[in-house]
């Protein structure tokens, strides 16, 4: 399994609507196996804007992870490219280990 995740700005849009509601949708549409948004109590990246919340304004950094198998979250990934707003995608390795799920697949048969 792998972990695609997807930082941007509270505060992007794509259309009418935030980014990450954006990608939430469209990853719900492309049924991937598990999508989570965390929004960031603090955050900067490469233009070093320090990102936290405000009283008047919504300005954190949000971290999209999506948890799926390689191929269709490579796909997936693929499908963003129209969105502007998304600062950096990453993929790494995991492993499944327990929950339930129809994600946990029993590949370890001692």
Do not use: W
Not at 35 to 45: C, K, P, Q, S
Not at 72 to 82: G, M
């Amino acid at each position: 399994m792998k972990l695609l995740r997807i930082y941007t700005d509270e505060s992007a849009y794509y259309g009418d609507r935030k980014v990450f509601q954006e990608i939430a949708a469209r990853a719900k549409e492309a049924r991937v196996a598990g999508v989570t948004i965390l929004e960031a109590l603090i955050g900067f990246g490469q233009s070093v804007h320090l990102h936290q919340r405000h009283v008047l304004e919504s300005d954190r950094a949000v971290v999209i992870e999506i948890v799926e198998d390689e191929r269709r979250v490579r796909a997936f990934a693929d499908q963003l490219s129209d969105i502007p707003g998304i600062g950096l995608m990453t993929l790494e390795a995991i492993e499944v280990i327990g929950g339930a799920s129809s994600l946990i697949s029993n590949t370890n048969s001692d």
